[in-house]
């Protein structure tokens, strides 16, 4: 499933873009706010360290899709900071092929919510298309994880971890804004088994979030 996701919503911003007509220029000055609301597909690239006891072993989290939401503020005219989140993406956990083999494909699900603040930099552009680009921190809520194996537990540690942007915001000259946007966070947790596995797996999980969104500046 990986890269399907990111896909649709790439295909999916290409079609505002085509319709753009170039009649208004996206302006921004110092101290305007910004909100947006929208659509994120959560895209992780992940994997993890073997289990002890069983050799080529593995696990990953899958894809999922939340509804998200953006505040921000331009300190300069071109310069802004940036708060964004969402709600709780509920993406499985799952095992590699060898677990799959023994059973243990579907290990459970687990809520997930990145909270990002960023410093995002638009480029000096007088058309009604403002590409820009950013990088901060990205806080990574793991909670409520839920193992279907009887007997077996499991807890993903919440992490701060360092994030990159890059995004671009259309005007048709009037108050809606129509905004795309890809994040990178370089993402590594401790997931700890408990019961059946006693063990604590390293995780890479390095989510690439692809959001679609529309907002207003004021």
Known sequence: MKGVLGSGLASAAVIPLLGVVLTGPVY???GDFYVRAGVSAMDPDTGSESFSAIPRSGVRLESDIALSG???WFFTDYAALEISSSLPYSPDLEGNHRLKDLGLGQIGDVKYVPTYLTMNFFMDDTS???PY???GVAFNKFYDENARPSGLDVNLDSTFDPTLLAGVELDFGGPVLVNFDVRYTLLDTDARFSGAINETIEMEVDPVVFTLAVGHRF
């Open 28 to 30: 921004a000055g110092a």
């Open 70 to 72: 953006t505040l921000g």
């Open 128 to 130: 009604a298309v403002t």
């Open 133 to 135: 680009l950013g990088a």
